[in-house]
């Protein structure tokens, strides 16, 4: 037996929690191929709701790929192909009639550079409640993009100065306010790839404890490369490799008795 | 002579390179480190060689000319001395013909000494070029072997040469634009001390016929701008009309909804039509689109004239649209990837996320498209010509034959001209009042999109 790596495990409370809640999200044989390049194998894998699942593996084992398929981003990929069954509360995403349109404004999606619009902060926020027509006046949009902001732990920091460019904050800042544009919309799903890659530690540990407080209200599925940040933020944790969701439990459990070899390897530091 | 100077110069560069570069090995060989490439030793010493050749040609092209001139003429004999410019010219003329042999018949014995004086002082003069040349060159060598050693900074130095060459480049083209603008404000100042300045910027009959004669009726000559800046603003409007939408939408469908294999396709095609020469344009819309117009407004009972601010608007608009769909559609895939992506993300479609997102992104992009496109509109002749006509009607129709400012100007300078005339220097105020027509545009539109553009990083 190797010695597991001395990392903070999130409370073991929170982890049974999330075994006993409802799953959100499901899937089963999902296979994805970019051209003749077939990406993902086989992916089948139960996401709980309200609680934070992290994908982790090495780079190009397909966890972004899979994470895309959960709003249909890789819709917008010409060469992309999915096949497979994903459902969300129990209805097919990929079903012909659905529009992948309504299904992005239910699954939210942070990503790994924070990527805000080149407008103002407030319109960064109200973008997507307007596109979707969710307010009817301009108090009701004043409230949600402050209620967003205030999620998101931004508020604070930015109130004095909503009309000022988003593109000209910092970057933790940024990426906050790339997750208030997110919960803007009031989805069920967030999915986060990679967002803390591309920050500083400090900022990084104010996204990872804001993380942990949107957990109450939304599903999170989070990719990450920093096994410390699975093991904070997480509840459950899947790891992929070569393509292949490899093994997948609470995140207690990936961490101190994993069952597949590989993983022991992973999270040990044999490879990746 | 000076070809074979130039050649000299490329001897003398090799050689210099050439030294400076196994000196520079030698280095190496003797054990040393250097601090630069042995070829950029090379390329010290040669440019302080050819440098003062350079240099020595530019001040010798003015002067020797003048010298010859003055040796030539001091040698004719008193009784051929020129009273007058013209007669200095032909004196000289001859002089050089007997010189070069290529006199027909007998010189005077006069002309054929002050050829002589020709011949001898252009030798002197080519010799002179030749010492200056090669003294220069071996004194840069002198100075650039010294210099010479192991730890000899000649990257930098070079680098400091090339920096110097690009800094003459731009001063080229910015000295060009500046000496355009003045000769054209002289003229344009002799102009209105002809005319009144006022009556040429309000003044709103233009009739640039002046009278040869004192006793020709209807030739006044009156030079009032105003229905040529109006034809060109309409025509331009018109032409603007056409290509902004056109050409923006077409960038849109390039850059955000064709398949890569479409784009690699259509984007060159209309590139295509960037290439067609304009006169080709104007003969299509002289043709083909005003009859067309004239025939389809008669249908609907209307007045056409056959040659209408319509056709040749249209037909400049389609001409002008490879230039805002390319520029265009050049900055909307410099659009970043992930603006978009965080836009569909917030479950916005496609033409949500290009008119909220990309667009305004890419507005700095398009504004100067579209400013192109206009300077473009208002500097273009051709087609004008041919198909709108030289009437100087101050009018908004745009069935109606109007005139334009560039039209006007080739019309006032094309055939004999005396240069000194109201109506010849007419054309240079117009130029001049154009030119600042179009930079006032230009800065306009800066301004705006100073305003409203939403910069990402």
């Known amino acids: 037996m190797t010695t597991m790596p001395n990392i903070e495990l999130a409370k073991a409370t929170a982890a049974e929690a999330a075994d006993e809640a409802v799953t959100k999200v499901v899937a089963r044989d999902v296979n994805v191929y970019y051209g003749d390049k077939h990406a993902l194998h086989d992916v089948s894998i139960d996401i709980p709701e309200k609680a934070v699942t992290a994908f982790i593996g090495p780079s190009g084992c397909g966890k972004s790929t899979f994470l895309r398929c959960i709003n249909r981003m890789n819709d917008t990929i010409p060469i992309c192909r999915v096949s497979g069954r994903i459902e969300i509360d129990g209805s097919d995403i990929y079903d012909r009639g659905l529009d992948p349109v309504q299904l992005r404004a239910k699954v939210g999606m942070v990503f790994q550079k924070p990527n805000p619009f080149p407008k103002s902060i407030y319109e960064n926020v109200a973008y997507g409640p307007r596109i979707h027509g969710l307010t009817s006046s301009k108090a009701d949009l004043d409230e949600v993009v402050t209620m967003s902001l205030k999620r998101a732990g931004l508020y604070e920091e930015v109130k004095d100065r909503l009309t000022s460019p988003g593109t000209g904050l910092s970057g933790g800042q940024q990426q906050r306010l790339c997750i208030a544009r997110a919960i803007a919309v009031n989805p069920e799903v967030i999915l986060m790839d990679e967002p803390c890659s591309a920050l500083d530690p400090i900022a990084t540990a104010k996204i990872e404890e804001l993380i942990d407080e949107l957990r109450e209200n939304y599903t999170i599925v989070i990719v990450t490369h920093s096994m410390q940040q699975a093991a904070r933020v997480s509840q459950r944790t899947a790891f992929f490799h070569l393509g292949k969701l490899v093994e997948e439990g609470s995140t207690e459990q990936i961490f101190t008795a994993p069952q597949d070899k590989r993983t022991q390897d992973y999270i040990t530091g044999r490879f990746g | ?457």
């Open chain 2, 1 to 457: 002579m000076v070809s074979l100077f130039f050649l000299l110069i490329v001897a003398v560069a090799l050689a210099a390179f050439a030294f400076g570069r196994s000196r520079g090995r030698a280095f190496v060989g003797g054990g040393a480190r250097l601090h630069s490439l042995p070829v950029y030793h090379g390329l010290f010493l040669a440019t302080l060689c050819v440098l003062p050749m350079l240099v020595a040609l530019a001040v010798w092209t003015p002067l020797a000319p003048r010298y010859v001139e003055a040796r030539t003429l001091a040698a004719l004999p008193a009784d051929l001395a020129p009273q007058n410019a013209l007669e200095q010219e032909g004196r000289l003329r001859e002089a050089r013909l007997v010189a070069l042999g290529q006199f027909a018949g007998t010189p005077d014995p006069g002309i054929a000494v002050a050829a002589d004086a020709y011949s001898g002082a252009r030798t002197e003069a080519e010799v002179a070029l030749l010492v200056l040349g090669l003294a220069g060159a071996a004194a840069g060598f002198a100075f650039g072997r010294r210099r010479l050693a192991p730890d000899f900074r000649a990257r930098n130095s070079f680098e400091h040469v090339t920096k110097v060459v690009l800094i003459a480049c731009s001063g080229v083209a910015i000295l060009t634009t500046v000496g355009i603008v003045f000769s054209v404000l002289f003229e344009t100042l002799r102009f209105f001390a002809r005319y009144p300045w006022y009556d040429f910027l309000f003044g709103l009959q233009w009739s640039p016929q002046t009278a040869i004669r004192a006793d020709q009726v209807g030739q006044s000559g009156t030079f009032g701008a105003v229905p040529l800046f109006a034809g060109t603003t309409l025509i331009m409007l018109i032409a603007m009309m056409v290509a902004g939408p056109v050409g923006l939408f077409a960038a849109i469908y390039m850059s955000e909804y064709a398949t890569p294999r479409v784009r690699a396709v259509a984007k060159p095609v209309l590139e295509v039509l960037a290439g067609i020469p304009t006169v080709v344009f104007g003969f299509f819309a002289a043709l083909t689109v005003a009859p067309f117009i004239k025939s389809v407004g008669e249908t609907l009972g209307l007045s056409v004239a056959s040659e209408s601010a319509l056709a040749a608007g249209l037909v400049m608009g389609v001409m002008i649209i490879p230039f805002v769909s390319s520029l265009s559609d050049d900055v909307i895939n410099a659009v970043p990837q992930s603006l978009r992506d965080g836009s569909y993300g917030m479950g916005a479609t496609r033409s949500e996320t290009i008119k909220r997102v990309v667009l305004p992104a890419a507005l700095p992009g398009i504004v100067s498209a579209l400013m192109l496109a206009i300077s473009r509109a208002v500097g273009e002749t051709m087609i004008v010509v041919m198909a709108a006509g030289l009437a100087g009607n101050l009018t908004f129709n745009p069935l109606e034959a109007v005139t334009t400012v560039t039209v006007q100007i080739k019309t006032l300078l094309v055939g004999d001209q005396e240069f000194d005339s109201a109506k010849t220097l007419s054309a240079f105020a117009l130029g001049f009042v154009l030119f600042f027509f179009t930079l006032a545009l230009n800065i306009i539109a800066l301004r705006i999109v100073r305003k409203y553009r939403e910069q990402y990083d």
